[in-house]
């Protein structure tokens, strides 16, 4: 875990720095706490275990588009082969062609579109995947941000020959990802997070790895600003995780609500 940890601090330090040398307009960069009691695949039993994730991430803009990027580290203190101190960890650049041509791109609701470069790895899988596509930003009442993306999902991992999870044929992805803030009286609250489809691909051994959805929002209550008159530092709340072909395997899926603590740094 601490090594683990040591890489993804290393990595956020660097994008923080890259930020100051390109000129960076905001970043926010959390710690998230999550315990909930999620689903093995069958490989690994098919077992429910109550699940630890730990979770940093960073998000910045800067003069050319934004970036995005989080690693969690999962231990569900089951000896199976599957979250056994897994690092997982996804980065997504966006380069936004209203930011390069200094106007608006877009029409109607649609105040910007970008292209995206994504890359996701999975440590103990030894998974890798490259997500090029494209990103719409749209202009919605009450939100802080929302956005389409639509990218493919390229396979480099290693397979089992390398010791990891099966390769797999290439495919594409269609996320959905946005934050909505709200008070109610005083107090404040959000809603924030993405659900994602990725479609059906093969695996190494001509099996089928199903398309799956997976849902994954926030609901955050800011804490600090209740206790403090400190907001946007420390919220509670819980993340519900809908995850229908789990890892593409049809026999599982996750729905689930986990509790959650966030630290803004």
């Known amino acids: 875990m601490i090594r683990g940890f040591a890489l993804a601090s290393v990595l956020i330090a ?18 998230h706490y999550q315990r909930g009691t999620l689903a093995a695949p069958t490989f690994a039993g098919g077992t429910q275990s109550d699940t ?27 000896p199976d082969g599957f979250n056994d101190g897994d690092l997982y960890s996804e980065l997504y650049l966006n380069i936004s062609l209203g930011k390069l041509a200094d106007t608006t791109v877009g029409a109607g609701p649609i105040n910007d579109i970008g292209l995206l470069a994504g890359i996701n790895y999975s440590k103990e899988a030894r998974v890798r995947k490259y997500l090029p596509g ?44 946005g934050a909505y803030p709200f008070t109610v009286g005083k107090q404040r609250f959000s809603i924030e997070g ?35 008159n400190t907001p946007d530092r420390l919220f509670v709340g819980v993340e519900w995780q809908y995850w229908h072909n789990k890892l593409g395997e049809k026999e599982t899926e996750d729905n689930v609500l986990q509790a959650l603590v966030v630290l803004r740094l």
């Open 14 to 31: 660097g994008l923080v720095g890259m930020n100051r040398a390109t000129a960076a307009q905001w970043q926010i960069n959390e710690l």
């Open 194 to 228: 993405h659900g994602e489809y990725i479609a059906e691909r093969d695996n190494e051994f001509g099996q089928t790895v199903h398309d799956w959805i997976l849902l994954q929002p926030q609901f955050r209550y800011d804490l600090g600003h209740t206790l403090w």
């Open 134 to 177: 494209i990103r719409l930003s749209w202009d919605l009442p009450g939100f802080a941000f929302f956005n389409t993306d639509f990218t493919l999902y390229f396979d480099d991992s290693t397979g089992v020959a390398g010791g990891g999870a099966p390769a797999e044929s290439n495919s594409y992805m269609i996320d959905l990802n």
């Open 52 to 78: 630890d994730i730990l979770t940093l991430q960073h998000a910045s803009g800067w003069d050319f588009g934004d970036l995005f990027f989080f690693a969690d580290y999962l231990d569900d203190r089951h």
